[in-house]
């Protein structure tokens, strides 16, 4: 194979590989220590944040019984759903996205960090 070939081709696998990039469940785990101060994932209950097992697909502000701030139901008008994209966004810097919202939490600033913890978060949605 021509050299520019094996180079365009290496590019596109790189590529291809960012793009479908899957977190790492376990590693994700990890990371929701972090998390595992105000919310549990394991169990449908409330603590000092919503439960978030089968967050992934949840609309938002919608968990039962929990007590969600003016902003964060602002924010859920219209049905919005947490999938993988809205999640990402919110997790760099929940109080960006959802301006006034009571999850004092700065943000996970690495990227690895937060598709990980999405991975996890996805392993919940059945248990
Ligand atoms: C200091 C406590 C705290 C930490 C740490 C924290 N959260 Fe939260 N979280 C909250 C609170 C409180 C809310 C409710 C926000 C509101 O109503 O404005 C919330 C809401 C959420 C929601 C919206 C849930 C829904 O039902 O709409 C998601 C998703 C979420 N947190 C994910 C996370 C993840 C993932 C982490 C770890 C990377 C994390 N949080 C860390 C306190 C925290």
């Known amino acids: 194979m021509p050299l520019r070939l094996v180079l365009i081709s290496a590019c596109l696998c790189l590529w291809a590989g960012l ?3 899957d977190g790492d469940a376990e590693a994700g785990a990890q ?3 972090k998390c595992g101060a105000c919310h549990t994932a394991s169990e449908p209950v409330n603590r000092v944040g ?5 967050v992934i697909g949840r ?3 919608t968990f ?3 007590s969600y701030s003016g902003a964060m139901k602002d924010f859920g008008e219209g049905g919005k759903v947490w999938d993988e994209d809205l999640l990402a966004e919110y997790l760099l810097s929940p109080k960006a996205m959802v301006t006034g919202t009571k999850m004092s ?3 996970l600033k690495k990227p690895q960090d937060i598709e990980n913890v999405i991975a996890y978060l ?3 949605a059945t248990k």
């Open 64 to 66: 039962a019984g929990y």
């Open 50 to 54: 919503p439960s978030l097992m089968g």
């Open 19 to 21: 793009a479908h990039a």
């Open 122 to 124: 996805k392993t919940t």
């Open 105 to 107: 939490f700065p943000g």
């Open 59 to 61: 609309p938002v502000a």
């Open 31 to 33: 990371v929701f220590k």
